[in-house]
Structures are given as C-alpha cells and as structure tokens.
C-alpha cells in the first residue's frame, strides 16, 4: 500500500503528516498527491467532504510554494465561512514547519478591516469565499496577479449558492494562472460548464466507485404522518442515547422552533442557520465539538461547515427539495473509514422521494419501525448499564467518599441498591413513555393494495450482542442465507439480544423455514412470526416481547418448483 513516505514531497510536509497521525493516504490523496506533485496538471476531483480531500489539493499546493516569495500565489475558493476557517486551519498545521509560510481565509459576515491587515502580512495562500474576495478585489485590498494555482472546492455547493457569476469573475481576473483544480462531491453540467471556459486540458479523479456512495452509511427512513414529525424526532432521539447528531430541517425557521422546542425538554441541542452572527455559530460550533451539545439542528447551508469526523447520526427531520442535497447531508456521518447512520423521518406522500433518492445513492434504504415506549425504555436501560460497567471513578472518589456511601447503605441489598439506582436515571423516561401512542402511519393497504395481509412481522433471534449493529447486516445475512432478493425485507428493528422485520406474507413461510436450517456464529437461527399485541403493548415492559410459534398459515409457494419461486423473484 501506498504510504505518504513514498510521495516526493517537501520534509517539511512529511513531518508535519507525522504530526497530524496521518499514517495511509485516503484513496482520493493516493490518486491526486503524487500527480499534483510531479506535474501539477489541472484535475478534477470528485470527493465529499471526509474523504480527506483537503489534503488532497492542500499538501501539493504548499509543496509548491514559493516561502521566499512575499505576493499571493494560490487561491482557494470555497462556498462557506466555516468551511473557509477549516480549511485555513488544515492549512496551517500543513505549514507548521515550513518557514515564512503564511495563509490567511476571508470570508464574509465579519468586519473586513481584521481581513485587510492580515492581507498586508504577505500570505501566500488565501482561502476565500467569492463574495469577500470581490470585496477586498473592489478596495484593492489584494491582488491576484501572481496567482499560479486555483483550487475551487466543492464547486458544485458554490454553484447551488449563486456564485458562478463571482466565479467568473475572479477566474478572468488571475492572469497568472497557471494550474486550476476543482473539486466537487457531484458532477453536473455546470460544473462541467466551469471547466469548459477555464480549464485546460484535466484528469479526473474519483474518491470512490461512484460519484456520492459512501457503504458504511445505514440509511433508514421511518413513516409517521406529518402531525407527528416532532413527536418522532424526539422518540429517535431518545432511542439513540449515545448519539451524537446532526438533525437537518429545511429552513431557518423550522431550525429555530425544532431546536427551540428540544432544548425547552431538555435536549443538549442548538440551532446552527445562516440568521446567527459568525460568533453565535463560532460558539455552537465550540459547544458541539467539546461535546457539550448532542446535536446540532442545521439548516443545509449552515451545516456545510461543520467539520467533525465521528457524527454517529444524520437525521433528516424533512427531506431536502433537492435529492442531491441528500448526499451532502448522509455525508456528514461515517466519515474517515468510520461507519453511521441516516435517518429520514417521512409522511406516507414522501415515500417516493426516498425511491428517489435512493437512485441517486445507489444504496437500498431500510423502512424502519419508529419505536414503541418498551423499545425506547428497553434501550436507555442497557445504554445505562453500559455506561456504568465501563465507568471508571477516580481513585480519590472512592477515597473521599468510600466511607460515608457505605455507612448509608450498609443494610441495603445489592439488587435493591442496582435497582434505585437505575430507577432513579429512568423514571422520566419510563413515566414519559408509559401512554406513547404508535407514530408509525399506517399505509401499507395503499401501497400494495392487494387483499389480505400483505406483510408479516417476524422475529430472529440474533442482534446487536451477535455483531448484526445495522439493518443491513441483517438483511444481507437473511439475503444470502435465502437467496431472496433484499427488497422484500424492510421495517427492521435491530435488538441487543433479537431483531423484528416485515417480509412480504407469500415469502413469510419459505424465509422461516429456510432460516431455521441455519446457524449464525455456531448458534441455531429460531425465526418465527412475531406476535401483533406485543408489538402494539405501550412503555414500561422490560420483558422481550413472546413470539408465537410461526402457524405455517401463509400462501404456500406454487406446486411445482416449490420453494424455489420465491428466489430472486421480488
Ligand atoms: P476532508 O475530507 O478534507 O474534510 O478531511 C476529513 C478529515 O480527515 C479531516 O479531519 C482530516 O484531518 C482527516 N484526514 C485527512 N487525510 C487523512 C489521512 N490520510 N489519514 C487520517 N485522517 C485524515
């Protein structure tokens, strides 16, 4: 495999990679370093944010770089503020050890005076979003005469934003440039269109197979109708204890009362939209990454700029108009090689959108249930037993208060002790939980619209505790353990100890008797019909709900080729 040592770069870059903990280069830097430093053609790199593009564009730029020479040299444009500050940040750490190096962002929605004394500090490399650096071009506040290279990243967000015009502009006005590299989650005609009229001859480079799929995304999407938008954010939200979130709404007055509405509940969130000043955001964006927040409700614009590598979940509280948009959003979680999960809350008209979608991510997406009361109390409680067998109290805690906890509770039993305890952490929960009606909208009759039941819940033995922590870990294994095809299963509810999913009813029977032939990890699958009352039982039942031994009732299969006709047929 590749390593950044093999790449002819300056040292100072090599130990400035080392610094970073940067060991293998991502497959976006693999491709693009080594032909941007031995030839720096012009390049068009399609990549999304995580994929460890900056460094792409970023370590060649400063390679080439003049340090001696005091004029600007390389232009980075770049749709968002934040993005700006990330990217100057990223560059400065590339710089650290290269003397005289110096970079400087602007961008709007700050005084321009700080911008233009920093401008005279000769940097040469600035970072800027169009509409401030036609600014400081207008006041002669810099000049791009010398500009060599052009780097435009995430072109196709400038473009949605309205600055092709700016883009223009600033383009004609570098005389000297020499090598342009653009970068873009996505490749429409306009990108292409920028190419066109000001790139020479270019080389493309794909972060991946295709244009926006990222694998280790689990996209889900419950169904609930549109009264119950809010009332199922909450309840995933609290199905997700750990999480560590980014909610996005589609305009900056849903992102003010959706965040408004959380925190008065007590959720650690903030809204994150275009309204606030550069401070407020600069201060949010503080509170979230020192994880004082556990979610940032986002309009798309805002969210752009929010650089943090371990987001667990993406939820889309509405979809965007535009399913491209997306792509941009699923892209803010399973960064860096991690894995995450998108969820997607929709009335039953918006199912179609999801098709859509779906299309356009080449990912199958999972319908799954919004969880009951039970479900949600059954989660928080193991989340908390997790966090208290992986606590580990200070030596001087127990030190300090060894004593008086043990004279308290001397006569109390272990269990009743564990059980207060967690009481204690739960009861809101449990109290708040104890009526909650279904959210999920019921429309199957309209989907499918065929008589009878048209789909059958059932119930497998195997969960999260068995290594299955997605849908589509469950899915594949039935998949291929069956040879059905994947689009039959949906609605999966992943356990600790169990999983539940639909599977249309004519297939029920052959899935069920094909599985319970099968091991999973040495252990025995037991699938069967999972019982309708449980399912529809309200909060604070801790059991695992009964299921009834599968009655065999379904369709069976037709005489001839048995069950073979379910194979590859749906
Ligand atoms: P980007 O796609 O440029 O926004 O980068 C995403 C994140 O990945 C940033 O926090 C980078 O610091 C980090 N990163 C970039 N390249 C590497 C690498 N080769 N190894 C590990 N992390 C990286």
Redesign the pocket.
């Known amino acids: 495999m590749t390593s950044f040592s093999s790449f002819p770069m300056r040292e100072e870059l090599m130990r400035a990679v080392a610094d ?7 497959p976006i ?1 693999q491709k693009v370093i080594p032909t941007l430093l031995s030839q720096p053609v012009d390049i068009i790199g399609l ?1 999304q ?7 792409a564009f970023g370590l060649p730029l400063l390679h080439h770089t003049d340090t001696a020479q005091k004029h600007v040299q390389a232009l980075v444009l770049s749709p968002t503020r934040e993005l700006c500050m ?1 990217i100057q940040e ?1 560059f400065k750490k590339y710089g650290a050890h290269m003397r005289g190096f110096r970079s400087t962002a602007v961008y709007g929605g700050v005084p321009i005076g700080g911008q233009i004394r920093e401008l005279k500090g000769n940097p040469q490399v600035v970072v800027a979003t169009p509409g401030r650096l036609i600014d400081l071009l207008e006041r002669k506040a810099i000049s791009l005469d010398h500009v060599q290279y052009v780097v435009l990243d995430e072109a196709d967000e400038m473009l949605n934003m309205g600055f092709r015009e700016d883009i223009d502009f600033i383009l004609k006005n570098t005389p000297a440039r020499e090598h342009t590299w653009l970068f873009s989650a996505t490749m429409s005609n306009e990108v292409r269109g920028i190419a066109k009229r000001f790139m020479k001859q270019w080389q493309e480079f794909s972060a991946g197979a295709a244009n926006v799929t990222n694998e280790n995304i689990d996209h889900q999407y419950f169904v609930t109708n549109h009264h119950n938008r809010f009332e199922t954010l909450q309840r995933l939200l609290d199905f997700a204890p750990g999480i560590y979130g980014i909610i996005f709404t589609r305009t900056k007055q849903d992102c003010q009362d959706v965040a408004e509405k959380l925190m008065r509940q007590g959720y650690h969130v903030s809204p994150l939209h275009g309204d606030m000043d550069q401070k407020m955001r600069s201060k949010v964006m503080e509170r979230f990454k020192n994880r004082s927040l556990q979610a940032i409700v986002a309009t798309d614009v805002a969210a752009r700029g929010i ?1 943090v ?1 371990d987001i667990t979940h993406v939820i889309n509280y509405e979809l965007p108009d535009d399913p491209e948009v997306y792509t941009h959003r699923s892209g803010r979680t399973a ?2 090689g991690k894995s995450g999960i998108c969820m997607s809350i929709v009335s039953p008209k918006e199912i179609s959108n999801i098709r859509q979608i779906e299309r356009i991510v080449k990912q199958r997406f999972n319908r799954s249930d919004i969880p009951d009361g039970a479900e949600v109390v059954r989660k928080r409680l193991f989340y908390y037993l997790e966090q208290i067998a992986e606590a580990d109290p200070k030596e001087d805690f127990a030190r300090v208060y060894q004593e008086t906890i043990h004279e308290r509770f001397e006569d109390m039993e272990k269990d009743e002790l564990i059980r207060r305890l967690i009481w204690l952490q739960l009861k809101d929960t449990i109290a708040s939980y104890e009526e909650a009606e279904d959210l999920n909208a019921s429309y199957e009759s309209k989907e499918r619209g065929r008589g009878g039941r048209s789909s059958v819940r059932l119930f497998i033995n195997i969960g999260q505790k068995d290594g299955i922590n997605s849908a589509e870990r469950l899915i594949n294994f039935i998949t291929e353990s069956t040879d059905i095809e994947p689009g039959i299963i949906d609605r999966v509810t992943v356990r600790d100890l169990s999983s539940f999913f639909n599977v249309r009813a004519d297939a029920a029977e052959f899935i069920v008797q094909t599985m319970t032939q099968k091991k999973f990890k040495g252990r025995k699958v037991r699938m069967e019909e999972a019982e309708q009352r449980d399912r529809e039982r309200g909060g604070g039942n801790f059991e695992r709900p009964q299921q009834k031994r599968f009655s065999g009732q379904y369709k069976k299969p037709g005489e001839r080729g048995g069950s073979q006709k379910f194979n590859k047929r749906y």
């Open positions: 970073l903990g940067f060991e293998t280069p991502t830097q990549a944010t995580g994929t460890g593009k900056t460094a990330q990223e650089d590598n960064r860096a």
